[in-house]
C-alpha cells in the first residue's frame, strides 16, 4: 500500500519561513520523481517544484530563489524549504509520486497539509 505523509503545514507571517515534509512508504522511493504541489479553493492544482531520481529539479516562476525542494532517499522523504512567503502561497499544499515507464504510470498524492501565509 503506497502512502504519502506530509506533515510541516501551519500559520506564518509573511516573510517567515516553513519546511514540509513527505515521508513516502510503499514504493521504490528513490527511482520516483517527487513533487509539490498546492491548490487554493477554486483554483487548479498547481507545480510547486519538482526533484527527478537524479537529483534535476524543477520551479514554478512564484517560487524560484523562495522555495528549495531536497531529498533523502535513506529516509524515503523530500522536503519544501519555503522561505520569504508571501500571502499568495497560501493554499493546501500536496505530495505527489510520479513514476513513467513504457508500459505504465505510477502517479500518487499524499492527502495535503494546509499552509497559511498572514499577519
Known amino acids: 500500500q503506497v502512502q504519502l505523509v506530509e506533515s510541516g503545514g501551519g500559520l506564518v507571517q509573511p516573510g517567515g519561513s516553513l519546511r514540509l515534509s513527505c515521508a513516502a512508504s510503499?514504493?521504490?522511493?528513490?527511482?520516483?520523481?517527487m513533487g509539490w504541489y498546492r491548490q487554493v479553493p477554486g483554483n487548479q492544482r498547481e507545480m510547486v517544484a519538482k526533484?527527478?531520481?537524479?537529483?534535476?529539479?524543477n520551479y514554478a516562476d512564484s517560487v524560484k530563489g523562495r522555495f528549495t525542494i531536497s531529498r533523502d532517499n535513506a529516509k524515503n522523504t523530500v522536503y519544501l524549504q519555503m522561505n520569504s512567503l508571501k500571502p499568495e502561497d497560501t493554499a493546501v499544499y500536496y505530495c505527489?509520486?510520479?513514476?513513467?515507464?513504457?508500459?505504465?504510470?505510477?502517479?500518487?498524492w499524499g492527502q495535503g497539509t494546509q499552509v497559511t501565509v498572514s499577519s
Open positions: 526533484i527527478t531520481s537524479g537529483g534535476s529539479t
Open positions: 505527489n509520486a510520479l513514476r513513467i515507464t513504457f508500459s505504465n504510470n505510477y502517479d500518487y
Open positions: 510503499g514504493i521504490a522511493f528513490r527511482i520516483y520523481t
